[in-house]
Nanobody, 117 residues
Framework: QVQLVESGGGLVQAGGSLRLSCTASGSIFRRYPMGWYRQAPGKQRELVADITSGGSTNYADSVKGRFTISRDNAKNTLYLQMNYLKPEDTAVYYC???????????WGQGTQVTVSS
């Protein structure tokens, strides 16, 4: 069983920065692709960024150049550095970890990010 715990959310003004963290339980962390998703009120959950076990990254077009995903396998921690935040970034942000075979996606409980204009 994998447990994911997010932290680092909060209220920030437009143009500001936040860093989200996600701590994973278990020694399997380094083998799992991981990601950040978000869900704004009234909208579907969407991928923000993901990272493979080898460190390759992928970003949604809306956050490219502003957000950076990274992982520290020694600390079992996933990060999302968010810069130049916009009001449209307001959402609950979720950390995920993917067991590849058989496929199963683990989710954290979510952390609220609110960006004021």
């Amino acid at each position: 069983q994998v447990q994911l715990v997010e932290s680092g959310g909060g209220l920030v003004q437009a143009g500001g920065s936040l860093r989200l963290s996600c701590t994973a339980s278990g020694s399997i962390f380094r083998r799992y692709p991981m990601g950040w998703y978000r869900q704004a009120p009234g909208k579907q959950r969407e991928l923000v960024a993901d990272i493979t076990s080898g460190g390759s990254t992928n970003y949604a077009d809306s956050v490219k150049g502003r957000f950076t995903i990274s992982r520290d396998n020694a600390k079992n921690t996933l990060y999302l550095q968010m810069n130049y935040l916009k009001p449209e970034d307001t959402a609950v942000y979720y950390c995920t970890a993917d067991r590849v075979v058989p496929f199963y996606r683990y989710w954290g409980q979510g952390t609220q990010v609110t960006v004021s204009s």
